[in-house]
């Protein structure tokens, strides 16, 4: 039987961590992140796939071929966590558990970065962790599928 998927889901900007702001994002590229993230989905009887866009309508698209296909979401949406409400929309019209996951904590960072659109629709929010936020977000994804079939 095929195994479920976690869709990891990575928004604007983020293809250039590791060289952008490392004082703030660390050092680690995307792919490590999304190589820890899937190793640890592949521990617990998962697959991952990984999409990064700087678009918005892309991450849009990416969340309706989710629907009904996927086991559940982890978003770090970047910037567009602070006003796209396409995205919340989007989100809500998906039927499996979302968590937000941040490298950073945005609410102790400039104002405009204190309000996530993302975290009405989510189970649960992972902020603040740096690269080790990858695998504890994917925990928590797994658990609230494993919880959700019990
Ligand atoms: C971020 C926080 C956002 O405010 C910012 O725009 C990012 C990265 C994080 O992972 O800490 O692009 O999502």
Redesign the pocket.
């Known amino acids: 039987m095929a195994r479920p998927v976690i869709l990891l889901m990575s928004?604007?900007?983020?293809n250039l961590l590791g060289d952008r702001e490392p004082e703030?994002?660390g050092t680690e590229t995307l792919m490590d992140h999304v190589a820890n993230a899937r190793e640890q989905a592949q521990e617990k009887g998962f697959d991952l796939e990984h999409v990064q866009s700087n678009h918005e309508g892309a991450l849009i698209d990416a969340i309706h071929a989710a629907r009904g296909r996927v086991a559940s979401i982890v978003i770090?949406?970047?910037?567009l966590?602070?006003y796209s409400w396409s995205l919340h929309d989007a989100l809500s019209a998906y039927n499996g558990p979302v968590v937000e996951?941040?490298?950073?904590?945005?609410k102790s960072?400039e104002p405009w970065?204190h309000l996530s659109v993302i975290e009405p629709v989510a189970i649960s929010s992972v902020?603040g962790k740096g690269g080790a936020g990858y695998r504890e977000a994917i925990d928590t994804a797994i658990n609230a599928c494993n919880n959700s079939d019990a």
């Open positions: 928004g604007p900007n983020l703030i994002y770090n949406a970047g910037a966590t602070h996951l941040h490298l950073s904590d945005p960072r970065r902020v």
